[in-house]
Nanobody
């Protein structure tokens, strides 16, 4: 079973950038679509972006034009480059080997992103 670990979160000012990493262990990484999700205060978990096994990408409206998802199968890592961050992007970010919230079987520890001046 593919295990994923998120990292790269932190405190950033509004308008700043962060790059999140999602490192996979297991031989199936290259055969799995990988999605990024988040839980912001007061809301349930929501999808952010997803990258397929063919590098096709999909973004939710909250991410379009600001976030970029990518993958590097050689190092079994998926990235989420986040630019023009806003305070409402504050939350815990997770990755999973699926593209929809309902399909996630279990959540990792996530990585905290805080956007504040």
């Amino acid at each position: 079973q593919l295990q994923l670990v998120e990292s790269g979160g932190g405190l950033v000012q509004p308008g700043g950038s962060l790059r999140l990493s999602c490192v996979g262990s297991g031989r199936t990484f290259q055969y799995e679509a990988i999605g990024w999700f988040r839980q912001v205060p007061g809301k349930g978990r929501e999808a952010v972006a997803c990258v397929g096994t063919d590098d096709a990408t999909y973004y939710e409206d909250i991410a379009k034009g600001r976030f970029t998802i990518s993958r590097d199968n050689a190092v079994t890592t998926t990235y989420l480059q986040m630019n023009s961050l806003k305070p409402e992007d504050t939350g815990v970010y997770y990755c999973a080997p699926v593209c929809t919230v309902i399909a996630v079987r279990s959540w990792g520890q996530g990585t905290q992103v805080t956007v504040s001046s």
